[in-house]
């Protein structure tokens, strides 16, 4: 890496359910979510800050949504309008670099390093970004900007909603003396909780102690937490982020606690899973099958198998059925959830990076965080 880099983060507030709100404006000012209806086991993908007050966050069940906040208003996503929308952020930032990482629907990594706009200054170029974003699009995002990516994210969840924080080269060192370890990307409660132990709560705590220490700690991890406890971090926004796996998964109303019934909602899922495969058939092909098996008590277990160069289809029912039929005894409980799913490679390409399908693809991520629950 040479000279400073100038990295924008940008991340829509409340995305799914301000697009719903924009979409209904009667909707503004009611507590409201976006996710799976609570008498179906559903859970909560966003909610937005008038719900938030009542503790009603992503990730949980729409039941217990329901009981913090009995007047909240559970509305069913519609993915192909996040998606329109996702693509209209998206020309706004092209206008200003072509240095575009997507995270998610809602959320960007922009190198502004050698944009032009506004006197090339970062912080202008996002301010006129939000602005744009809220009389084009009518809808809100946030911004963090800094010399890297780390930093940025972080600086745009620190004023949220509706907040924008620069942290300029000359701030790193300070800024991150007093920055809890928990704002770091990949620490959760596990890893905070190790570290509480060891006596660390913010990122200046973290650098008094020896990388030694964090490897032998955190494996490959603790090489990540030593430099970004410093602020340092040197991966670049990568402009056109190469898919390494496709899934699908189910969560059923009631649990199923037989075989023949598992297997017929892999058929289920395979469908799904092709339809859905058959869209970028033309840019990757299926390198392995895998089978994810979520228990009722929500421990889980994933198989995965190469497919065979014997010719059959990547698709071929028998094959999943065989892998569902090999992972369920690992638990031999009840069945809450099913998944399918492939690893990719890129037609042409060589990306065989090993990530994990169904949770965080980011290169940094941390065993000991991702792989609870
Ligand atoms: N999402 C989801 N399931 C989750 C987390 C998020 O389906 N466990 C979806 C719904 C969100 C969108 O992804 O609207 C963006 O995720 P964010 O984490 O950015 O959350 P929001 O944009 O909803 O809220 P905010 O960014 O204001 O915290
Ligand atoms: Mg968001």
Redo the contacts with the bound molecule.
Sequence with gaps: MSGQRKIIHI????????VETRENPELQGRPLA??GAADRRG?????N?EARKFGVH??MASSRAMTLCPDLLILA?RFEL?REVSSRFHDIFRDYTDLIEPL????AFLDVTQASHCQGSATLIAREIRQRVREELGLVV?AGIAPNKFLAKVAS?WN??DGMFTITPEQVAGFVLELPVKKINGVGQVTAKKLRKMGVVTCGDLQSLPLETLVRRFGKYGQRLFDVARGLDNRQVQPSRVRKSISVERTFVEDIGNVPTMVSSMDELLVELKRRFDKIANRYFPIKRVVKIKYNDFTQTTVEEVIGASGEAWHDAARFHRLLTTAWPRGAKPVRLLGAGLRLQPLGGDGLDQLNLFGDSEDTANPADSSVD
């Design positions: 991340d829509a507030d409340s995305f799914y359910a301000s976006v996710g859970v909560i993908a966003t909610a800050y992503s990730a996503p996040y998610s629907l809602d959320e946030s969840d949220k909603p």
